[in-house]
């Protein structure tokens, strides 16, 4: 590591320690030339393969981006969608590879995403899934009914059997509350 005061090319660790959950760590250098001290920060570079085969680092500001405009209209928070891009990162980065498919990411974000919203759900899904007809947004629906019979209380509450068709552009907006 080059000295930042003195331009050495080479520096001597003092101390190391982990930082953010094992995520970062920080060094403390001596350069052996001026005897000065610095810290150097490191951090693990996850990187995300897109479809085209570009490289690029993983982004949680990416992430938040993404879901977001999935539950645009719909009562999430930013705090919300902040905890769910920090729990695609962790899945992401438990896999234990330096680089990840953008389909294993967005296979990630499905998951917390369900938990979170089922109507932002289907809307991510039917995007990243490339939903063709009715009949994919049926069966996913219906795979949503199936989970909530099997939940934790065993009853159900009832999803809507098809989304809402979207007004024509310029056309008011209803939204009615079914909760």
């Not at 570009?54 to 930013?78: H, L, M, N, W, Y």
């Not at 919203?117 to 063709?132: G, I, N, P, Q, T």
């Not at 009949?135 to 509450?157: H, M, W």
Request: aromatic share 4%; glycine share 6%; charged share 30%.
């Amino acid at each position: 590591m080059r000295c930042p005061y003195c331009r050495h090319p080479d520096s001597r660790v003092v101390d190391s320690r982990e930082a953010d959950d094992g995520q970062l760590i920080r060094r403390r250098r001596s350069c052996p030339e001026c005897g000065r001290r610095f810290t150097t920060v490191e951090e693990a570079v996850l990187a995300v393969v897109k479809r085209s085969g570009v490289t690029e680092p993983f982004s949680r500001t990416k992430i938040i981006s993404g879901v977001r405009k999935a539950c645009q209209g719909r009562p999430v928070d930013d705090d919300a969608l902040a905890v769910l891009a920090q729990r695609v990162e962790e899945a992401v980065r438990a896999r234990g590879a330096a680089e990840v498919p953008s389909h294993d990411v967005g296979l990630a974000i499905l998951g917390p995403l369900r938990e979170l919203d089922e109507v932002a759900f289907l809307r991510f899904a039917s995007v990243y899934k490339s939903y063709d007809s009715l009949e994919d947004f049926e069966q996913e629906i219906a795979a949503l009914r199936a989970d909530r019979a099997e939940g934790p209380t065993g009853g159900s509450v009832s999803v809507p059997a098809a989304p809402a068709a979207t007004p024509p552009e310029g056309a008011p907006r209803v939204a009615a509350a079914t909760r």
